[in-house]
């Protein structure tokens, strides 16, 4: 699932229960409210998953087995939550 369907499940999903908006045709929904509703889900979207860049809590020190260990299920561990790792 690309990014773009998860925005737009999670907006749907969020929406669910506003019986003025129709289906979208396209990218496009035909109500401008909500497309407005739309476009503003999407920037926050994305914002939120930028804020969800997160530094490995443990260094990766070449030679050290226990913290190359150490690093890589950190690592693993925040992926699987969602977060993007760096460092």
């Not at 499940?9 to 229960?17: I, L, P, Y």
């Not at 690592?75 to 993007?84: D, I, N, Y």
Request: glycine share 8%; hydrophobic share 30%.
């Amino acid at each position: 699932m690309s990014n773009g369907d998860k925005i737009r499940a999670e907006f749907e999903r969020t929406n669910a229960r506003d019986h003025r908006r129709e289906p979208p045709k396209g990218n496009n929904y035909i109500d401008p409210m909500a497309q407005a509703d739309w476009e503003s889900f999407q920037k926050g979207w994305e914002a939120s998953r930028t804020s969800l860049c997160i530094k490995n809590p443990f260094e990766l020190i070449i030679g050290d087995p226990d913290g190359q260990w150490a690093h890589e299920v950190a690592e693993k561990s925040l992926r699987a939550q969602g977060f993007k790792v760096i460092g």
